[in-house]
């Protein structure tokens, strides 16, 4: 099943903006202006230089499109492009800007487009140029020299997953127990990602157990696990409802589903 004729047409659109970021950042990434401090950003953290030329870049074509946008970026906070806005954009222009400024490579744009009807997830990975996108009931796909649908992986024993996992300070002991069970750990720098790499069946869960998530950052990654047949909750279990606020207050636990339920009882013994 392939993306209907409006998915279809705001996926070439996302193109179109990352394409733009990715030629803007290409020349700045590594270097030392890259990490100049410009500002603090919406999501009351500093904006760098490469933040700002990262969403200028990416808002360019919204003015050309023919349809007007509300837009929740990341260092602008909310904002309207065009009249009439039918759409609402959760953008996060560079997911990674640690990686990006000190020329680790591993950095994408994360952008979620909604109408309240149609949904459209997409996430670019800057570096290698490859897309991942979905769109609810329609799959999860990944393009580069072609265009395949993925799916999770289908490791079935906590010993044998591979994790990408992110805690902080007073709550790492949360962690704790996950970590003396699965066969490898990381922390790659760039949650949306992340997440797609669970989709394609790259990582076989991806947790968040700081208590505060940036919408921008996973909610392109979150509909991509789900359509590629994975899971995706709070530490409780729960199904998490983003909102259009920049931070949320919850965990987030995303993997191939297949133990799920055990790795919320690991989590949740870290809290006791």
Request: with cysteine.
């Amino acid at each position: 099943m392939s993306l209907s004729s409006v998915g279809t047409s705001l996926k070439s659109l996302c193109d179109s903006m990352s394409d733009n970021v990715a030629s803007a950042v290409s020349s700045i990434a590594g270097t030392s202006g890259a990490g100049s401090h410009i500002k603090i950003g919406a999501d009351g953290t500093p904006t760098k230089a490469i933040d700002q030329i990262a969403e200028e870049a990416a808002l360019a074509p919204l003015r050309k499109f023919g349809s007007g946008f509300r837009v929740l970026s990341e260092e602008m906070g909310e904002s309207v492009i065009g009249e009439n806005p039918a759409y609402f954009i959760h953008l996060d222009p560079l997911d990674g800007t640690f990686n990006a400024i000190h020329g680790i490579p591993f950095y994408a744009v994360s952008i979620f487009i909604s109408d309240g009807t149609t949904h459209l997830a997409y996430v670019r990975d800057l570096v290698r140029g490859t897309r991942y996108y979905a769109e609810p009931g329609s799959g999860a796909y990944r393009e580069d020299s072609a265009v395949d649908r993925i799916k999770v992986s289908g490791t079935s024993r906590l010993r044998d997953f591979s994790i990408s996992a992110y805690t902080m300070r007073p709550r790492t002991s949360r962690i704790v127990g996950v970590g003396d069970v699965v066969r490898r750990m990381r922390n790659l720098g760039a949650a949306s990602l992340e997440l797609c790499y669970v989709a394609d069946g790259r990582l076989d869960a991806f947790i968040d157990l700081r208590g505060s998530l940036r919408v921008v950052d996973v909610i392109a990654g979150i509909l991509i696990v789900e359509e590629a047949g994975g899971t995706v909750t709070d530490s409780l279990g729960e199904k998490l409802h983003l909102s259009r606020n920049m931070w949320e207050r919850t965990d987030l636990i995303a993997s191939n589903g297949l133990m799920h339920r055990e790795i919320l009882k690991l989590v949740e013994g870290g809290t006791h």
